[in-house]
């Protein structure tokens, strides 16, 4: 029993630090400008697969004028879902640096069984951003995407809040 205990203690350690770790590379993305038709916005980038996977679950918010953009190393039709989602999002599936799709007003999910989000092309990145905002910003199909290579900072915008 005492080495039961003892087990099931370093257990919740090790998934304490790595929930930590997971937390702390979340909160220091790379954040860039990024232009999308006419509208600058600043956005964290997602290119780890940690930082994928996560995406923007259990935030609380996304600040107005920024997203989440997801990097990914070769063409395909990546699935998304809201799981642990507080909020709504647009997304906007992008292929050679232009808008190829946009799924507007995606609910977080409220059921066992997350619905799946998916491009009807492979794509290369996907920016995710408030719901509302590609009316809002007036963002098209075909509009071009660039991407300011230079890093603004490392510390999440959600920090200054």
Do not use: Q
Request: proline share 6%; no cysteine; aromatic share 8%.
């Amino acid at each position: 029993m005492k080495n039961l205990l003892i087990f099931s203690i370093i257990v919740l350690i090790l998934v304490g630090v790595g929930l930590f770790w997971l937390w702390r590379r979340v909160l220091t993305l790379p954040v860039k400008e990024l232009k999308i038709g006419n509208k600058n916005i600043t956005v964290e980038i997602a290119d780890t697969s940690e930082a994928r996977a996560l995406g923007l679950s259990y935030r609380e918010s996304l600040p107005p004028e920024s997203g989440l953009l997801f990097i990914f190393e070769k063409e395909s039709i990546y699935p998304f879902w809201m799981k642990g989602m507080n909020f709504p999002i647009d997304i906007i599936w992008i292929k050679n640096e232009k808008v190829l799709e946009i799924t507007n007003n995606v609910e977080p999910d409220k059921g066992l069984m997350p619905g799946i989000y998916t491009p009807r092309e492979p794509v290369e990145k996907v920016l995710e951003i408030n719901a509302g905002k590609v009316k809002e910003w007036n963002i098209k199909i075909n509009d071009a995407i660039s991407l300011n290579n230079s890093i603004l900072s490392i510390v999440k915008n959600n920090l200054e809040k």
